[in-house]
Each structure stands twice: as structure tokens, then as C-alpha cells.
């Protein structure tokens, strides 16, 4: 449906006057530009991100009339990077908000709206009068842009097609007598998915914006989805307009395709280059077959998974959140029986295997670690959570928690970094923690807790030596060998189940050698006897150890020994979570160092934990080495690890968590 308005005073109280309005343009545009520009249309097919800040910066520059075209409708996803896009806009449609906007700056300007959007029926009213059209469709929408382009070039329309790339943009000018759209990106006869890396890669044929993509894992192609930054769009506009100013006054060097032109603001970089033959020319061709291979890796990302019914209730979207809550090895051993809305029962399994030491301690923290997330879940949905242990039979925990609703509740500060929290088994940065950094840290644990920091090279690297004490001992045990063997996950960079291989420190070519031997114990032996641990001791503990801020102790000062131990250490879970929520809070990544725990405990109580006799002496020494440091504090060492700034906060890799639905117990 097409609706044609005049506008006018809408309203304004001070009358509009054209000439003082757009005033300041004058000595950039001279007085019979300004009045020209007055006289002009132009089509603007979208009014997102790039289309909406397209009219309105046009509108700024004293365009007189414009059509537009859009089907959508603001949704709170827009608030990132939409200019129409506030609360009062949710719901409404995105022409009549732009409109809307538009017609504030310039009452008088004529608005021919497409509330329907684009379609082939009325491309030609779409682009009546118009002296230059600007697409700024969505990325995925290559059908109706196609036709768009052609439409436009028959009937002698100028182009300009802009894209937000990151912190920059990327555009191309399309002349009717000069290269069109179809020569430049070639998409005849390509897939769906091959249409898009063309579209792309022609875009942004230098890729300036790959070193600003932190997570790669949030584009999805397939899935239709991208990320963009308002600085993204904003680039657009006033790049695109600028063009459009040039094309329409007949004033200045256009340089149209194949012309390229890509600016990233991240860098600093603007590339301005002539590319003949578009996608045919050679080096095109080489850099879509790159991108194709590098978006052929599905197997290496973790699959969708379904939605769960639950997840639409109240409880179901604390369990949702609650379930990125840490656990040893991405075990995840909670499995959640809910009774109603306000109860249900956690099921935490124990694994039982060498690295569940001292009356499985690790499994009951991770399990406080578990009711902290749930706690400030729930805090998000005004509700209280209060739990009670049950016991524990047939290896299972079991724990009674109520969540029940507490106007007076407000939303916890940490909340929104519980997905955020990760392990970090990298270098790090070197810069020092501050007292104030420090402060916090501490404060968090309250006061049934101590700190001790590990600041000085010395002290890092006999932590890092530690460290690498107990990996030359895990990786020398049949006992490890099967847990490891299990874990670990060599197919996905986002591990749902387990610890992805590129996230555990080592290099490509380590990492090769070590899948060889993860292939059968034998392999191991014959790998440990060849070449030892020391490369994997090397990459996974001594230059991270080294390449940290500080490494850290967290000693408890009592730790009863009774009947109430187990509702001890889930509270003990729930003070090392805010310590973690609150490192990165800080901006801080950290990297728990639990293994030299479990042998050292071992070690200590001369536990015949494996038969390697050479093990054994390790776990010893281990113990030596851990009451070392921890001489004079008051109490025993329940959690370390390191911590600093990232050296990148580019993620590659990481665990994942299980969707709610494989988390629930069903009967």
C-alpha cells in the first residue's frame, strides 16, 4: 500500500523557513545547490540501521522529497543501531516512525511512503520521479535487490548501495552507463548461500573490518543473522549522502563501480581501488573461495538446538540462565526436576573419578557455583531463592530449592555477566592489579575468606611450576587418560558438552600430536616416552603462568569436617561465583588451577590415587610445594588460580553450555 503526503507543519509553534534551516550548508553547497537539492527525490528501499539514518542525514542536507519503502516493524533487537528505534517506537511500522522523524526536521518535505515494503509489483511507483536511489535493504534480501538494481539502471536511476562492516562501511556506486550490479557481484546461478559470501566479499573486497570481529561465531549466514554497530550505519549515511550530494549537483569525481570504496574507523583505513571485472576478476574469485572455505566449517561450531517449552515460564528462564553456571571439565552434573513454579529439586551427579578428590569437594562447589547463578536468575524476575540440601544417595546430590516471588527483589549487578564468565587459558596482559581491583575481589568473598596474590615474577612462575607439576601428572596416568579422552572436543570451537581443543593452550601443531596420542593409551606412553609433557607443560602452564597479572590462593578459614561439610562447600560455590562475576566485572579473565588441589591432596594423605609410582612422588611434592605457600595463612586453600586484562578479547573457542531441555529430568 502506497500513501503519498504533502506534510506540513507538524506541531511547531516557530514557522518553518527552508533557507534558515539549512543555512549552515551554505559555503559547503552554494545558495543555487541548497535550492536544487530542494527539488530532488530520492528512493530509499529500507529504513533500518542504514536507511533510516540515510533519510534523515538527506533530510539534513535539504532534500525536498523522498520515497520509502519498508515492511518492519521496530522491535527492541533495533535499539543497537536503528535511529527510529525507542520504546515509544516498539510495534510501529518503520516508514511511519521515519516519516515521522524526518518531517520534525523539514515539515515541508514530500514523503511517498511503501508500507508494504518492496516488491516486484511496485518497483516502478517505488522509484517515480526519483533522481537517485539508495539501497539499503537488508543483507539478506538479495532477490528483491537484484530486481531493485535492474529496474533502476533501465530506467536511468543512479545507485548507491552502502553496507555497515563492522565499525565501518563499505559502499559501491552503480551508473546506468557505466558497470551495473549483476556484472560486479555475479550471483547468476549460485546458491543461496554462495549468493550471499559474493554479495559480501563484493562489498568489502579489501576486508578491512576482519580485524575489528571478535567473535566470528555471530555471523550466520545460514541462520540469516550478522552483527552491526550504529557506527556501522551512521558511516553509511554520511558516506552514501555524500555520494548522493556529488551525483546529484553533477559536482565532483564519482568514481562508480568497479570502482570500490571501504572505510574502517576501527583502523583508520580507507581504500578507494578500481577491481575490473568485479567478482570475475581474479583476485575475487580467490577471495570468495576463501571465504567459502572458511564458512564451510560447520562441523567446528556447536549445532542449534531446539527450544524448550519451559524455557517460556518464569522458571524456565531462570534454569536457562542458571545453566551457564561453571562446572569441572563442562560436566554440567545438574539435572533439574521442577515440581512447579515455585520448587523443584537440583540432581547433581557425582563422576566419581580421580579429579573429584576429598569427598567429591569440586562437584559440590561447582554446584554452589550453580545456586549463585540460579540466585541471581531469579533476582532478574523478582523472586528469592532459598535451597536446602537433602542428601546424597546412589551418587546423586540432591537439593530443594524455592523460588519464590519477592517484589521488594531487584535485579542483581552481576546477572548479566554469567554468560560472559569463561575460562581464559591464554597469556595474558602483564598489567598489574589495582587496590581498587583488588579491594573488590577480596569484598566479594566476605569474611569467612582470604586472598593471598601472586604478584612478582618469582611468585608467578613458582605458581606456574605448580601447575605444571600437576599437568606432568595428568598426563602421564591411565586414570586422566579415559576422562580426558571424554572431554575433550575436537570437532567444535563452542563446545556444548565438553572443552573445545583450541581452547586448552596449546599450538596447531601440539595440538595435532596430542589428538594422535589421545587415540589409544599405548599411543600416549609411546608419545610421553618420545617426547615427554614438557612442550604441553610449556604451552598450558609456564608462559601463561608467567603472562598473567597475578596468579591467586583463595583460602577458607574453617572448614567443618562433619555432617554440614556438604552445605559448607555449596556456599563456599556461591562466594567463588560472585569472585568470578566480579573479575569480570573488573574487566578481568581468569583461569582456575584446580588439578595441583586434587593430586596434592592425594599426595598429602598418601592416597594410592594411580600406580605410577613416579606420579606418586609428584602428588608429594605437590603437597610440599602448595603448604609452602600457603605458610602462615589462616586456613587451607580452597580455590586458585590466574588472572589479568586479556591480550585479546577475541573469542575463537570456548565451552558452551547444554540447552535447558537435555538438563531436565524426565521421568
Known sequence: MTTGEAGGPVGVDVAFHYEEAFSRNLGWLTEWEQQALRFKRVAIAGMGGVGGSQLLTLTRFGIGGFNIADYDKFELVNFNRQAGATLASIG?????????????????????????????????EFLTAADLCVDALDFFVLGIRRRLNARCRELGVPVVNAAPLGMGTGFLVFMPDGMSFEDWFRLDGLSEEQQYLSYLVGMAPSALHRGSLVDPSRV????????????????????????????MLGRGRVRAAPYYHHFDAYSGRWVVKKRRGGNRNPIQRLNI?????????????????????????????????????????????????????????VHIRCPGDIYDYNDGEPTLLSAGFLLETMRLAASARKRSMNWTYLGCSERSHRIAVDLLASPQIVPDELLPLVPLRSVDRRPYRLTVLT??????????????????????????????????????????????????????????????????????????????????????????????????????????????????????????????????????????GQTLQRFWLTATRLGLVMQPTIAPLCFAHYGRRNVAFTEDRRSGDGARQLAARLNQDADGANGHIIFRGRLGLPASRRIKSRSVRLGLNELLAHE
Open 92 to 124: 510501529r511500522p518503520k516508514v511511519e516512525v521515519m516519516a515521522g522523524m524526518a518531517r520534525q526536521i523539514n515539515p515541508e518535505l514530500q514523503i511517498a511512503r511503501f508500507d508494504g515494503g518492496l516488491t516486484e509489483a511496485n518497483l516502478d
Open 220 to 247: 550466520d549466514l545460514s541462520g540469516h543473522r550478522g552483527p552491526s554497530t550504529v557506527a556501522g550505519c551512521e558511516l553509511c549515511a554520511a558516506v552514501s549522502s555524500v555520494e548522493a550530494i556529488k551525483i
Open 289 to 345: 573461495a576463501l571465504a567459502r572455505r572458511y564458512a564451510g566449517k560447520p562441523a567446528r561450531q556447536t549445532t542449534q538446538r531446539k527450544a524448550c517449552a519451559t524455557s517460556e515460564t518464569d522458571i524456565g528462564r531462570i534454569l536457562d540462565h542458571a545453566r551457564w553456571a561453571p562446572s569441572g571439565d563442562n560436566l554440567q552434573p545438574w539435572r533439574f526436576e521442577i515440581v512447579d513454579d515455585e520448587h523443584l529439586v
Open 435 to 572: 587496590p581498587e581491583q583488588k579491594r573488590q575481589l577480596i569484598f566479594s568473598l566476605g569474611p569467612g575468606f582470604a586472598v593471598q596474590w601472586q604478584e612478582s615474577m618469582t611468585e608467578r612462575w613458582r605458581a606456574a611450576l605448580i601447575n605444571a607439576c600437576a599437568t606432568n601428572i595428568r598426563l602421564r596416568i591411565p586414570e586422566t587418560y579415559e576422562i580426558h579422552q571424554r572431554i575433550l572436543d575436537w570437532e567444535h570451537d563452542f563446545s556444548p558438552g565438553g572443552i573445545p581443543s583450541t581452547a586448552i593452550g596449546l599450538d596447531p601443531l601440539t595440538r595435532h600430536l596430542t589428538r594422535w596420542a589421545m587415540g589409544g593409551w599405548r599411543r600416549t606412553l609411546t608419545m610421553n616416552r618420545v617426547a615427554g609433557t614438557a612442550l604441553a607443560r610449556l604451552e598450558m602452564d609456564l608462559i601463561p603462568g608467567l603472562f598473567s597479572a597475578a596468579h591467586f590462593n583463595v583460602f577458607a578459614k574453617s572448614d567443618p569436617q562433619d555432617a554440614q561439610r556438604a552445605n559448607w562447600l555449596l556456599g563456599a
